[in-house]
Structures are given as structure tokens and as C-alpha cells.
């Protein structure tokens, strides 16, 4: 696998907000869901970089100008008795595709979960993308066809909640 001599991988700090959230939007517009884009630079600055980070970034560069970005947060395997790594986005600019950007930041998510000693690395792709499903079976990725992804946001989210009437444990 060759990738561009100017290429660096990092882990994104706080002052990254900026870019990531760009990124999030440039994702969102690729995939057509633009609509559902709510969060900004300070929501990403407590959520990724506060007290408690709930995932973690890894930005590309070529010539140090970022572009692209992977977000992914440890998972739990219950089988393996181990956690995970959950890509939640991963996203290269036009600019930077067909340059193996997108292979490098696999590679070094891979090299992340090794390290860590998690048992797996997991991820979703629209069924259209076909561009991005070619290079994952390209890397030895294999789909998992048997299983549904489900989701559940705002008021249904909400309405499921209200059925179990009592807190649980701390928030």
C-alpha cells in the first residue's frame, strides 16, 4: 500500500473542533443528510475533548492542510469478552481521494486497536457507497449482510424511555 510522502495521521485536540465539524458537514452533504447536521464547535469541544470524551479523532494530512478525518469510540464484544473499535465516521476530501488518505486512516484505526488489544473493528456503509464498500473489501473487511442496524432518536427514543418510569443508577 503506498500513500502520499507528506501524509501524517494524528489525533485531532480541541483546537480541531473547527475542522472536525467541517468535516462532519462535508460528510453529511456527500451522504445526503445535510438536514441532520445540529452540532457545532462548542458541543464538539465538550463532547470530544471535556471531562469525558465520548469518542475519539484521527485527522489526515497531506502538505498539513487536513484532509480527512476518522471519529470512532471503544465498543464491548460480549462473545469475545473484550472491546472494540467502533468507526462512527470516516470521511476524505475530494481532493485527497485515490491517494490512499482513506487506507492510511483505516490502517492506522486498525493499528489503534491492536495496540489497545480490542478484539475487533467494526463500522457501517450506506448500501450505495459503493466506492467506500470496494475499498474496505479491498482491505479484507467483510460485510456483515446477517444484521440490521437500528436506530432510535429523538421521540421515539423519548416515548421508549417514558415505559421504564424509575432513574437508573447515575447519569
Do not use: C
Request: glycine fraction near 8%; charge should be negative.
Amino acid at each position: 500500500m503506498t500513500f502520499p510522502a507528506d501524509l501524517v495521521i494524528r489525533f485531532a485536540i480541541a483546537a480541531d473542533a473547527a475542522a472536525i465539524l467541517g468535516f462532519i458537514r462535508d460528510l453529511a452533504e456527500y451522504e445526503k443528510l445535510s438536514h441532520e447536521v445540529v452540532a457545532d464547535e462548542p458541543q464538539l469541544r465538550s463532547t470530544l475533548f471535556g471531562v469525558k470524551p465520548a469518542a475519539e479523532v484521527l485527522i489526515a494530512e497531506v502538505g498539513g492542510a487536513p484532509v480527512g478525518f476518522a471519529l470512532f469510540f471503544q465498543s464491548y464484544s460480549t462473545f469475545l469478552a473484550r472491546p472494540g473499535l467502533y468507526l462512527e465516521d470516516l470521511f476524505v476530501r475530494p481532493v485527497a481521494r485515490a491517494r490512499g488518505v482513506g487506507s492510511a486512516l483505516l490502517s492506522a484505526l486498525a493499528r489503534i486497536a491492536i495496540q489497545r488489544n480490542y478484539g475487533r473493528f467494526e463500522w457501517s456503509v450506506l448500501d450505495w457507497n459503493e466506492p467506500a464498500i470496494r475499498l474496505y473489501q479491498s482491505l479484507g473487511a467483510a460485510a456483515m449482510s446477517e444484521w440490521t442496524v437500528n436506530r432510535m432518536t429523538g421521540e421515539p427514543l423519548a416515548a421508549l424511555a417514558e415505559r421504564w418510569p424509575h432513574p437508573v443508577g447515575k447519569t
